[in-house]
């Protein structure tokens, strides 16, 4: 499977296996074909084990699946994608062009959704207002079970608080103009994202200016960003 899916213009539309499965997958195969060719019976017995070893794994795999929480901030080269996945079920903000572009979204992003088990995936743009049981969004505010996220992009609109209001994350996209600074009057962020929205020049601006604040940074750049 694996090697069908380095292919060029290959893919392995919603099938995610692991090396140990696929291996016991051949064993099996191989186990069960000595015993219909022999006609013994050790190698059916070898068979059968490597197969309930196969469904085992699937059992444990599908009931992880079931509990996971994740947070994702995918490298997709000048885009914003977002994953909120609860269970089986995920939330994805894209920015409008990559909204629309299905090829990109099946070679970045469907075989991280078709790994995690998703069964129920609602795409939507960054721009959205959302409240469902586990994710809700207003403006630039979202609230993910526990994490407090702040979304910087062209929509962000200032505030001013008599307080400073805790964020988790803020994620930063190319769209947002402002300065850092000025979001630090209202908010005390513990990790700044640097989406793959952002070029080179505007990365190494922004990083510059988190290094600037003492702000710890993620550069998407490097790999999505997994919570």
Partial sequence: VQWVQQLP???????????LETWIIYLAIIALSMAFWKRTGKPVLLGLTLLFLFVSFDVR?????????ELVVYKVNKHT????????EAVV????????????????????????GLQQIDKRPLTDSICTDFLFKEGSHLQFGKKRILLLDATY???QMPFSIAVDYVLLTASFK????????????QLIILDT????????DRKAECEGLGLEFYEVGEGAWVR
């Avoid at 213009?9 to 090396?19: Q, Y």
């Avoid at 599908?62 to 996971?68: A, F, I, L, P, R």
């Avoid at 994608?81 to 609860?86: C, D, G, K």
């Fill in 9 to 19: 213009h290959a893919l392995s539309a919603g099938i995610d296996i692991n090396i």
């Fill in 61 to 69: 795999e599908d009931y992880e699946q079931g509990q996971q929480t």
């Fill in 81 to 88: 994608a977002i994953a909120f996945i609860q269970g089986r």
């Fill in 93 to 116: 903000l894209m920015d409008s062009v990559l909204l629309k572009d299905e090829s990109k979204q099946r070679f970045h992003l469907m075989h991280h959704w078709w790994n995690r």
């Fill in 157 to 159: 609109k200032p505030k």
């Fill in 178 to 189: 402002g300065k850092l600074p000025a979001i630090l009057e209202v908010y005390k962020p």
């Fill in 197 to 204: 929205s952002l070029n080179y020049y505007q990365t190494k």
